[in-house]
């Protein structure tokens, strides 16, 4: 079955599992180096990661593991990451890839209800997996992978995990277990609205497509560097950079995470011609000091989302072209604003990708005129290419489509060329730091408090333009508790990133007729009056990963 759109027709749908990618890179372009590591400035060719996935993978199948295993990674950015997710999708395996900041009660959810029977974790955070273990019947391996060279010198198992470095006994011949292209890859766990995170299942397919997808609608070409700095756990840099890359026969430098002091010398580094910004990135690089430098790399075009409202400065001052997107980790990246879209239009999200339709529909799923604000609605014509649904969630994945559309839950509207502009959520969810959070789950733990009686979990604006977790609450008759005793508990049991920067105590929350929380009320006040909430960073308190 060849693929009937337009970008894809060169591939075959049956043939698109990420061990026959690799094999047919292998063997066209095998010298070529696929990833440079820039933590150690180790290189690997095309060749090289093939025959080391293949060790991998005949390791883990001797290890019980194969095809529709659920193998969890909790990794921080490294080359062995990248590569274990080549090496379990060559042999069909699930991966489940762990938010790094993820702890106690909300890690044991994710691995209990993704079925996960072996993970995968950095030893520097062995000791989370450890406190939940004994809760996850299903877990019966747990392999320890040292962050550093100096942690694999000094590593002693006392027999509670499996040592990396076993993987490497396996043989280099391809993997007998093999992957079709409809088999789950990856579950991937997206922020949940008005409950717990849920768990969308991407196939071999679908994987691949969506970067094959990104390197054709903006024109990613072989000859392109791509810097990685946004975590692999995450959908922009995985599907959105890494498979992109190996779809387009690319190269990628990869480093550990994010740092403004030391961006632009890894781009130069790395010899990088593009890259891509999340939220608060291009803010944090746009406030340092100007430099010489500034012009001083390879770079042709950085795609960025949101778009900020000094992009052409940016672009100016940095001689860097943007291009912008707008997607769901549930479903895909349905647009692009590339370079060939019209200077007037940036700012926003673009137009519909080839394979994708986008509608601005009103609250009872009627078309909304160009020009004014809806709900977006999106679906793709391409098979294989968008998520599977959500796992073990069966009324939630028919939920996802009404009267043939994916909605979003977020608000936009379209111009008269077909142009998507993004105008802000409707989901009570929020966006920080590249990070969606759940504003349900930051209630659920707060409100495991013995002290609190209510709790309500909303988004606040900050100086950089991006969410702020504040939280209003309520305590029980005769309780105490303090915001900076409220913030340690918070620290204790969620990941950092989704620990409140704001703390508002209140004598009761505001409510409609059906006693639902008017969070709206909340903002606004909030947004008028930021006085009226204690902020943690005035109060000097640094919440640490």
Not at 44 to 60: C, D, F, K, V
Not at 194 to 209: C, D, N, R
Not at 312 to 340: I, K, Q
Not at 514 to 540: M, T
Request: charged share 25%; proline share 4%.
């Amino acid at each position: 079955m060849a693929l009937s759109n337009s970008l894809f027709l060169d591939y075959d749908i049956r043939k698109l599992t990420i061990g026959e990618i690799l094999e047919k890179r292998a063997a066209e372009i095998g010298d070529k180096v696929y990833l440079t590591y820039l933590e150690t400035g180790r290189q690997y060719t095309y060749a090289e990661i093939n025959s080391i996935t293949n060790r991998w993978a005949n390791s883990l199948i001797s290890m019980g593991i194969g095809r529709g295993t659920h193998v969890a990674v909790m990794m921080d950015n490294c080359a062995e990451q990248l590569l274990l997710y080549f090496a379990l999708g060559k042999i069909g395996a699930v991966t489940v890839p762990i938010n790094t900041a993820s702890r106690g009660d909300l890690l044991k959810y994710y691995l209990e209800l993704a079925d996960v029977e072996a993970v995968f974790v950095d030893l520097t955070l062995l000791d989370r997996i450890t406190e939940v273990r004994a809760e996850l019947p299903k877990l019966t391996r747990v392999i320890g992978t040292p962050t550093t060279a100096a942690d694999a010198e000094a590593e002693k198992p006392d027999g509670s995990y499996i040592r990396f470095c076993a993987l490497d006994d396996g043989a280099d011949a391809p993997p007998t277990e093999r992957a079709v292209y409809s088999d789950p890859a990856f579950i991937a766990f997206t922020s949940g609205t008005t409950g717990p995170s849920k768990a969308v299942i991407f196939g071999q397919a679908a994987m691949l497509l969506t970067g094959l997808n990104y390197a054709r609608s903006y024109g990613y070409a072989n000859t392109d560097v791509y810097y990685i700095c946004l975590p692999l756990f995450h959908a922009s840099a995985l599907r959105g950079a890494a498979y992109l890359s190996l779809m387009s026969e690319g190269s990628i430098a990869l480093t550990r995470r994010f740092s403004v002091s030391r961006f632009w010398s890894d781009v130069r580094k790395a010899g990088a011609t593009t890259f891509n910004l999340l939220g608060s990135m291009a803010n944090f690089i746009w406030s340092t000091p100007p430099s010489p430098e500034d012009k001083n790399h390879n770079v042709r075009f950085c795609r960025v989302a949101p778009v900020p409202k000094f992009a052409r400065e940016f672009e100016e001052r940095f001689n860097v072209r943007f291009v912008s997107t707008y997607g769901l980790t549930d479903v895909g990246a349905p647009v692009s604003y590339t370079l060939n879209d019209p200077r007037e239009k940036l700012g926003s999200c673009g137009r519909a990708r080839d394979g994708w339709e986008i509608m601005i529909v009103d609250s009872e799923d009627f078309e909304v005129p160009r020009g004014e604000v809806g709900e977006i609605v999106i679906r793709c014509n391409v098979p294989w290419h968008t998520s599977s649904g959500y796992y073990k969630m069966p009324l939630q994945t028919l939920a996802m489509i009404r009267n043939g559309w994916y909605h979003t839950g977020d608000l936009g509207y379209m111009d008269e060329d077909g142009y998507l502009y993004f105008k802000d959520r409707a989901k009570d969810s929020i966006r920080r730091r590249g990070e969606n959070i759940s504003a349900w789950e930051v209630e659920q733990t707060i409100q495991n408090h013995p002290a609190v009686q209510e709790v309500a979990a909303y988004a606040v604006k900050s100086e950089l333009s991006e969410d702020e977790v504040a939280v209003s609450i309520v305590l029980r008759t005769d309780q105490q508790l303090s915001e900076v005793a409220l913030i340690e508990y918070c620290a204790s049991k969620m990941a950092y990133f989704m620990v409140p920067r704001f703390v508002q105590y209140v004598n009761e929350l505001p409510v409609n007729a059906s006693q639902k929380v008017l969070k709206v009320k909340l903002r606004e006040a909030a947004q008028e009056n930021p006085e009226l909430l204690w902020d943690r960073e005035k109060a000097g308190i640094e919440v640490r990963r």
